[in-house]
Every structure is written in C-alpha cells, then in structure tokens.
C-alpha cells in the first residue's frame, strides 16, 4: 500500500471514530462534545496516540497479550489517550476517568459492531 492509500485509510478510519465520539457526546455516555470538528480533532488525536504507543511497545518488544487482559489494557489506554484528548481539544469534555472508561468501552464495542458489519458485506 502506498503512502496515499495509508492517509486515506487513515483520514477515513477517523471519520467513523469521530462519528461514534460525537454520538457518545450527544447521548452523554462519559464525555460531551460541542460538535463533529471537535469529535472528529479527537479521533485523529487518538489515531496519533495508538500510533505512538504502538511504536513505543515494538521498540520495547513488548506486545499486550490477547483474551481479557489485552482487552482490559487496551480499554484502559483508550481511556487515558480520551483523558488527553478532553484537556487538549476545545469542545471536548471527558467525565473524569469513570467517563473516560466508559467512553472507551461504548467506543470499543461499536467499532467492533461496525467492522463485524463490514466484514460480513466483503
């Protein structure tokens, strides 16, 4: 894949987290949102965080294990990567780490709902 198709893939991929934190916002389910461009600033800052975790765990060799624990841990760092975007972006407001949890997991359980979905028109 070239670099072109990666961006859009990305810039793409964004969109839908942003659609599911603007949806979250507007149902209040652990964080508020002012608006798209806000939600949408957040998926893309996000994006960015996972990106650097990801690169910071291959440099440490490390590699979250799978089952319960995996998914336990990468809630949590959804979480904390949700806590940064609130105090960074203007017009998102994160609920405490309760919130931020919840945000996580709703954000977590409907990707998976969306990619499941996708995947079973391919």
Do not use: C
Not at 19 to 24: E, G, K, P, V
Not at 37 to 57: E, M, S, T
């Amino acid at each position: 894949m070239n670099i072109i198709g990666l961006i859009i893939g990305a810039l793409i991929g964004a969109l839908f987290s942003g659609l599911i934190i603007w949806l979250i916002g507007k149902l209040g389910w652990g964080l508020e949102v002012d608006g798209f461009k806000p939600a949408y600033l957040a998926a893309i800052l996000i994006a960015l965080f996972n990106a650097f975790a990801n690169w910071l765990w291959g440099v440490l060799n490390y590699t979250p294990e799978g089952g319960w624990l995996g998914a336990v841990t990468h809630l949590l760092i959804a979480a904390v990567f949700l806590l940064a975007a609130g105090q960074i972006i203007k017009g998102l407001r994160v609920k405490g780490w309760g919130g931020a949890l919840l945000a996580a997991v709703i954000m977590a359980a409907v990707g998976w709902l969306i990619t499941w979905g996708i995947t079973s028109l391919v």
